[in-house]
């Protein structure tokens, strides 16, 4: 059974670093591309970062660029997303998601599966 498990959300101020967590289960970690999306309040969900099967590639939203960070540990089943300079329009629940096997790091949220439950990321100013 496909699981994604998210962690260390919570209640930040602007400016803030906050580090997610993900540990997936029930598919072998290490062969697939692994993303993150959002979903603000009221909006779609949309793409934050993506990182492939071994690390050597990323791909990050323009929002993001520079500010966050994604990372992944095979050994653990687990891949991260370090967040920093956070804002105000951060605010959202963060996803983790499986993407293709061996292929790349698309943003497309089509080519995404098994999606955890969420963790929520709230910034005040």
């Known amino acids: 059974q496909v699981q994604l498990v998210e962690s260390g959300g919570g209640l930040v101020q602007a400016g803030d670093s906050l580090t997610l967590s993900c540990i997936a289960s029930?598919?072998?970690?290490?062969?697939?591309?692994m993303g993150w999306f959002r979903r603000a309040p009221g909006k779609e969900r949309e793409f934050v970062a993506a990182?492939?099967?071994?690390?050597?590639?990323?791909n990050y939203a323009d929002s993001v660029k520079g500010r966050f960070t994604i990372f992944r540990d095979n050994s653990k089943s687990t891949v991260f997303l370090q967040m920093g300079s956070l804002k105000p329009v951060d605010t959202a629940v963060y996803y983790c998601a499986y993407g293709p096997p061996y292929s790349g790091v698309p943003s497309d949220v089509n080519q995404y599966t098994g999606w955890g439950q969420g963790a929520q990321v709230t910034v005040s100013s």
């Open positions: 990182i492939d099967w071994n690390g050597g590639n990323t």
């Open positions: 029930g598919r072998p970690f290490i062969v697939y591309t």
